[in-house]
Structure formats: structure tokens, C-alpha cells
């Protein structure tokens, strides 16, 4: 099972097998560099092709498919190399899959947070083209997200765990002026999440992006955002 939408035309099959990566994954010392370069080393490389390879099998098998011997065969690494740097209890080998990519998909803003306004408009514009771009990078984030958000299991919690991080981040990165009313602030992140995830859903659909384009599928973002900050 590969990406089911295809990739950003660097590559196909397998994310970081010739298409961007997503973080620097080497030793695991600093996932959240929130970069794409090109897979720098072998390790990298088979840290995407497992991430890939676990996903597609949450997708088409669910949780209890997750054995070492399959996800080993299918993203052609040996077993002892998952057992090493993902751990030998399968609640690692998930967090791994849902967490560290997830987390990158979910908050896609980065840098300093916005000291003003017009600078945390800016950031949520460029933080949700971000979130576009990844999407054809690694398109089963937010498959397993809308298949497991609501889901009775660990996958489901950890997706959870992940969005509330997510939110939480949203509402610490608000200049201090959008965030005094707390409630108010939490609401709308809320509703900034939620619609980034509608559209990056709807973006893996080739004919959605031929018929709006990128700016089309922020237009709805951004007028929320611009509302929120107007008060």
C-alpha cells in the first residue's frame, strides 16, 4: 500500500525514499526541526520508510497488525533495527508513527511566535501553506488523524495526545493581546485546527487542488484568523 494520493512529484512510493523528509530524524536527538531537506543518511530514510510503512498498515489493517516481523518486511528494514531505535513495546513503535509525524503535521507554525497582529496573521498564513506542502510530502498524517481521531484505542489517544499539544501550541504562540481572553483564544484555536485539518484532508484530492489552488483553500483560514485578531 503506498501513498494513496500520490506524492509532490519528487518521488513515489515511499516518503523519504527520493521525496522530502520531514525532520531530522538521525539518533532521534531533535525530531521537531519542522525542515524538508532530502534524507541526509540511511538511518533517515528508514525512519520514513517505517513511519510509512506503519501508517499504511493502521490504515489498512488497524492497530492489531502492527507486528515487527510485518512492518520490518514492508518497509525493508531488519527487525533489530526497530527493536533498537523504536523500542520493543508496541505503545513506542505507535508513538513513533503517530506522534513524531503527527506533531509535525499538526503545528506546523514555526520560528518566534508573532509579537503583533499583522506578524501572527503572517505566521498562520505561511504555518498553514506549510501544512499544505507537507501534506503531499506524507499523506497518511491525516488519514490515520480522521480515521483514529475518534477511535476507542491507543492510536486514538495518541492522535488525542497530539492534538492537544497542537492546540495548546496555537494558543501559546497568539501575541499576549489575542490570548488575554483565555476562553476566547482556546475557542478559536479550536476552530484553526479543525479547519486546517478539513483542508488538508480535502487537499489530497488532486481535482480540489486543480479547482482552488492554494490560495483558494487558505481563503476560509485566513478570514477566520483576520476575524479573531479584529476582535
Not at 115 to 138: F, I, Q, S, Y
Not at 173 to 202: C, K, T
Request: a positive charge; one cysteine or more; hydrophobic letters at 45%.
Amino acid at each position: 500500500m503506498g501513498p494513496p494520493y500520490g506524492t509532490d512529484g519528487r518521488g513515489a512510493g515511499i516518503p523519504g525514499d527520493g521525496i522530502a523528509g520531514m525532520c531530522h530524524c538521525a539518533g532521534m536527538a531533535e525530531p521537531w526541526e519542522h525542515l524538508l531537506p532530502p534524507p541526509s543518511g540511511d538511518n533517515e530514510a528508514r525512519f520514513h520508510r517505517v513511519a510509512w510503512a506503519m501508517a499504511g498498515t493502521l490504515l489498512a489493517a488497524g492497530p492489531d497488525a502492527l507486528q515487527v516481523a510485518r512492518i520490518a518486511r514492508r518497509a525493508g528494514v531488519s527487525r533489530p533495527w526497530i527493536s533498537k531505535y523504536l523500542g520493543a513495546d508496541p505503545d513506542e513503535r505507535l508513538a513513533f508513527a503517530v506522534r513524531l509525524y503527527g506533531r509535525a503535521f499538526a503545528a506546523p507554525d514555526t520560528g518566534a511566535p508573532p509579537a503583533d497582529g499583522p506578524a501572527w496573521l503572517a505566521a498562520v498564513d505561511a504555518g498553514t501553506r506549510k501544512g499544505l506542502h507537507d501534506m503531499l510530502a506524507a499523506p497518511w498524517c491525516v488519514l490515520v488523524y480522521v480515521r483514529y481521531r475518534h477511535a476507542n484505542n491507543v492510536v486514538g489517544a495518541h492522535v488525542r495526545g497530539v492534538e492537544r499539544e497542537a492546540l495548546a501550541d496555537l494558543v501559546a504562540r497568539m501575541p499576549a493581546a489575542l490570548r488575554r481572553d483565555r476562553a476566547r483564544a482556546e475557542r478559536f484555536a479550536w476552530g484553526l485546527h479543525a479547519a486546517r485539518m478539513g483542508v488538508y484532508h480535502q487537499w489530497l484530492d488532486p481535482a480540489f487542488r486543480d479547482a482552488v489552488g492554494e490560495d483558494g483553500a487558505l481563503a476560509p483560514i485566513l478570514a477566520l484568523a483576520r476575524t479573531f485578531a479584529a476582535g
